[in-house]
Each structure stands twice: as structure tokens, then as C-alpha cells.
């Protein structure tokens, strides 16, 4: 099976610089754990220049995932049940006016699945090893077709069969680039 690293296409230049409110931890956030929110919808404030060209497009990656409601449809008529959805509205920052809707994806299974054999190890600059190039090991993803990589938790996989059914769908600035074309330096 082949797997693809799910991700807005980067860098889009013309996505919303978007500030994370306090309720959202970022390492706890990508590590899959439910965060607890007074207030629903989330509000992302956005630092809008009247002059620039705004693209909202199907997953912003502020840090953590925002998928559009096309995407959640998508992934939900699909049958991707493992990510828990919060609504998120971005605001202006000086108007507080709506300037679009998402909804923030935690994605609650993080998977051990890199295959250590086939993987390349480099030593950062303290000598500590690091992956700079990884393979998955199918027989350890427990047949799931999108999650979390235990190792780079950053990173959200997806199966070839899920990239085939999204790819069919007409979304905007979606990237799903090989897992063999990633290169990680220290």
C-alpha cells in the first residue's frame, strides 16, 4: 500500500495569517488529545491586509488542521471516523466580522507504523538521530486510512485508496505528496 502525507499545498501564500487561541495547545493538539473549550465555535482571529488577495482553501494548517466543510463531508461520507471535529469561525482581527468557516481536525489515532529498517537516519547537529526519509510498515497501521505518524506527529498520513477518493473531488490548494518524497533536515 502507499501512503501520502495529507497537508494544504505549501506555502500558500495567500492563506490568512491565523492566531491560535489560547484554549488550543499545539503539541497536545497534534498528539490527538481533546482539548476542552468554554465557547463553540472557536474563534481564530486573522490579520487582514485590505491590499492582499485572501484564499481560503480546503485545509489551512495554522499548526494544527482546519478543514473546510467540504472536506469534513468528504472524509465523513468516506468513512474516516477517527477525527473528533471542533467548529472554528475566522474572525477579523480589527472588525471581528466572519470571514469563513472551518472546523478544527484532531486526529485520535497516532500510529508506530514507520518500518525502522527501511528508513533513513541522519544525526542533527548535537548528533541525536532524527528520520530524514521514512517508509511505512502496512502491516502496522491496523488498516486505518488516515492518521498521525507516532514518530512525526506533525504530519497526517492517508492510504492510497483514501488519496484516490479525495483526489476525484475538485478541492482547493490539498497536497498529497508521497511519503517517499520526504525529506526531513535537522
Excluded: W
Aim: glycine content about 4%; some cysteine.
Amino acid at each position: 500500500m502507499q501512503y501520502y502525507i495529507f497537508d494544504e499545498v505549501s506555502p500558500n501564500r495567500y492563506a490568512p495569517y491565523l492566531e491560535l487561541p489560547d484554549e488550543i495547545d499545539l503539541i497536545e493538539t497534534i498528539m490527538g488529545k481533546k482539548p476542552q473549550f468554554d465557547y463553540l465555535p472557536i474563534e481564530m482571529q486573522a490579520e487582514i491586509d485590505e491590499d492582499e488577495k485572501i484564499v481560503y482553501t480546503d485545509i489551512i494548517n495554522p499548526g494544527v488542521p482546519l478543514f473546510s466543510h467540504k472536506m469534513k463531508s468528504a472524509l465523513d461520507e468516506f468513512g474516516v471516523d477517527n477525527i473528533e471535529y471542533y467548529p472554528v469561525n475566522i474572525i477579523n482581527e480589527d472588525t471581528k466580522e466572519v470571514l469563513a468557516e472551518y472546523f478544527l481536525a484532531i486526529v485520535t489515532d497516532i500510529i508506530p507504523c514507520i518500518n525502522l529498517e527501511t528508513s533513513v537516519f541522519e544525526d542533527n547537529a548535537l548528533g541525536k538521530p532524527f528520520i530524514s526519509q521514512f517508509f511505512i510498515d502496512d502491516k502496522k497501521t491496523k488498516g486505518l486510512e488516515l492518521f498521525r505518524l507516532h514518530n512525526i506527529p506533525g504530519l497526517i498520513l492517508i492510504n492510497e485508496e483514501l488519496k484516490e477518493k479525495l483526489s476525484s473531488i475538485d478541492f482547493e490548494g490539498i497536497s498529497f505528496k508521497h511519503t517517499d518524497e520526504y525529506h526531513r533536515k535537522s
